[in-house]
């Protein structure tokens, strides 16, 4: 599930909080939820990119989170409304290349062309992305294809409807100035098909995992 949006300037210092010590470990011990982890831009908007890796997509349409989603807390419930913008998607990982984390990420989020989008894909998964985390400065490279459409729920309701997540690119490593010459960028997926890319430089803020929550 990725998630990328704004906050009020206002509820900033708080959101994170919360997020941190409560949001992140309620969802983590759901079962089937196995990491989450947060983002902060450094370069490009919006200010946070939020991705949970789940143990297979129906986690995410299962009693057991949405019920988290339909009973929010109290505390919950104060932050819905200082969101902005809030994009959220259910994806699959249609490639993925590369071992753990780095502290850096480019996301690259966009629309195929539908008549080029068959051979954007292959693009993506059999040149562009594979020999990514080979390159100095990086780790890891990483495709992910909207899905499925999430439920609307009661915390939604609380700060508005999300828009779609339709492809998203996320590339990691360890040095900013690789992300930066990487060779995946606007122009190169624009070229290929893809429509209204948006591109943005994360740092790594915060990341939790089912086992930790657990233990």
């Not at 969802?27 to 990119?49: D, E, K, N, S």
């Not at 699959?92 to 954007?120: I, N, Q, W």
Request: include cysteine; proline fraction near 5%; hydrophobic fraction near 45%.
């Amino acid at each position: 599930m990725l998630l990328s949006f704004d906050v009020a300037s206002q509820a900033i210092a708080e959101h994170d909080h919360w997020h941190t010590h409560e949001h992140l470990p309620e969802r983590l011990a759901i079962p089937g939820f196995l990491r989450g982890t947060r983002w902060v831009a450094t370069r490009g908007q919006p200010r946070y990119f939020v991705l949970y890796e789940v143990a297979q997509l129906a986690v995410l349409s299962a009693q057991p989170y949405l019920a988290r989603l339909n009973s929010p807390s109290a505390w919950t419930q104060r932050m819905m409304p200082h969101y902005r913008g809030m994009s959220r998607g259910f994806c699959t990982v249609a490639g993925s290349f590369g071992l753990g984390l780095g502290h850096v990420a480019d996301l690259l989020r966009f629309k195929p062309e539908e008549r080029m989008a068959a051979s954007l894909q292959r693009w993506l998964v059999e040149e562009a992305l594979p020999g990514l985390p080979h390159q100095p400065g990086l780790g890891g490279a990483h495709l992910l294809v909207g899905a499925a459409t999430p439920t609307m729920t009661h915390e939604q309701r609380i700060r508005g409807a999300d828009a779609a997540v339709d492809w998203a690119v996320v590339v990691t490593g360890y040095e900013q100035a690789a992300l930066d010459h990487s060779g995946i960028g606007v122009s190169q997926l624009q070229s290929r098909g893809a429509l209204g890319v948006q591109e943005a430089m994360y740092r790594l803020d915060y990341t939790l995992s089912h086992a930790e929550v657990e233990a």
